[in-house]
């Protein structure tokens, strides 16, 4: 298969997680000359390929095949790739079956290298990922087998291709806190003690607060709420206690310790209960190492375009290969249609994503 042909075959595959509708075999299949390891748990499908050329570094690609559901008003069928003006639309074009499709066709073709080329695969990315990345993570690790570097092709570009690459992530820091009140007759509100009252005089203080000032790679970490609840739903009672849920995509300057001392500040005398977990701790990979210094050659030699270094947006699996110390990027088409309804990407792109990784490969 050529790259345009190999990415609508994976686009015509309903993998919506953690299914992997048959991709990860298929992959296995097309990569005939590489050893295959499957470390599939529960229902999550994981695939390690690996072909070692020679004695020098392992450099490995990783992505997932799964996709989030379509939902409704597609204008065309999201599981077919429909081609229209030069785009290919479906369900995972963007996220991330372009990236896929780009670095098999990148190793397929791949005759010398001097060390050893892996893919990482996985069908639960757009899911819980606890049995996805995490458990060839432990594999590899328990086997000596980590690589030293990863590029994930998830879609980074913002506005044209070839402007943006990933050098790390934000972390998310997601809080739980109730505040104490007393129960009591909206018509004697002396008698009763109101914590939406008291919430309100604290808002102004807390709402969209930055708790640190971010530096040249990360944005400030950010205090949202995400919601406020109290009450019964009726007029003449007042709440004996509010439930507010808030996030804070927050940086290496911020930690679980800040954000707790924020909240001590703004609610002294207040009685409450704070409960805060972590979704994913934030990282960044030094712009000096080799892979982030080979990707920036690459691109630019492809698009003739230099790339940023952003650690903007959500998440990607990227925050768990950063946890075992190896060098980590992400690269990608443009994210402008991720996740909505008639998701696509343009053939020009798919085919200098392959360009760049091919030249990546050739030049490490």
Request: charged letters at 25%; one cysteine or more.
């Amino acid at each position: 298969m050529k790259i345009i042909e190999l990415f609508k075959y994976l686009i015509g595959s309903k993998s919506e997680t953690p299914d992997d509708g048959g991709l990860l075999d298929f992959i296995e299949n097309y990569l005939p000359d590489f050893t295959a390891i499957r470390i599939d748990v529960e229902d999550v499908k994981n695939l390690f390929l690996y072909k070692k050329f020679g004695y020098g570094e392992h450099l490995c690609f990783a992505g997932h095949v799964d996709v989030v559901p379509a939902g409704k008003g597609w204008e065309t069928n999201p599981y077919e790739a429909v081609e229209k003006d030069d785009y290919i639309y479906g369900r995972g074009s963007q996220d991330m079956k372009s990236g896929v499709a780009a670095f098999m066709q990148a190793v397929k073709e791949t005759t010398n290298f001097k060390g050893t080329l892996s893919l990482l695969l996985t069908s639960d990315e757009e899911g819980d990922a606890n049995y996805g990345t995490v458990e060839v993570l432990k594999y590899l690790k328990e086997n000596s087998m980590l690589p030293d570097a990863v590029v994930v092709a998830e879609p980074t570009c913002e506005e044209k291709f070839g402007d943006a690459i990933k050098v790390g992530r934000r972390g998310s820091i997601n809080g739980y806190l109730t505040l104490k009140g007393k129960q009591g007759h909206a018509a004697y509100p002396e008698k009763a003690i109101n914590p939406i009252h008291n919430i309100s005089n604290i808002l102004p203080s807390i709402a969209g607060i930055n708790l640190d000032e971010g530096d040249e790679f990360f944005s400030p970490s950010k205090f949202v709420i995400t919601d406020i609840r109290a009450g019964m739903q009726v007029t003449n009672v007042t709440p004996n206690h509010l439930e507010m849920m808030f996030n804070v995509r927050n940086t290496t300057l911020t930690t679980q310790k800040e954000v707790k001392e924020f909240i001590a500040k703004n609610f002294k005398d207040l009685e409450y209960e704070l409960k805060l977990t972590q979704g994913s701790y934030p990282f960044k990979t030094d712009i000096d190492t080799k892979v982030v210094k080979n990707i920036d050659k690459s691109i630019e030699k492809i698009t003739g375009s230099k790339p940023k270094h952003s650690t903007a947006g959500g998440t990607s699996d990227a925050r768990f290969i950063a946890q075992y110390n190896v060098d980590v990027i992400e690269f990608g088409v443009i994210n402008d249609t991720i996740h909505s309804v008639n998701e696509r990407t343009s053939k020009k792109e798919v085919e200098n994503l392959y360009r760049v990784f091919k030249d990546l490969i050739e030049f490490w």
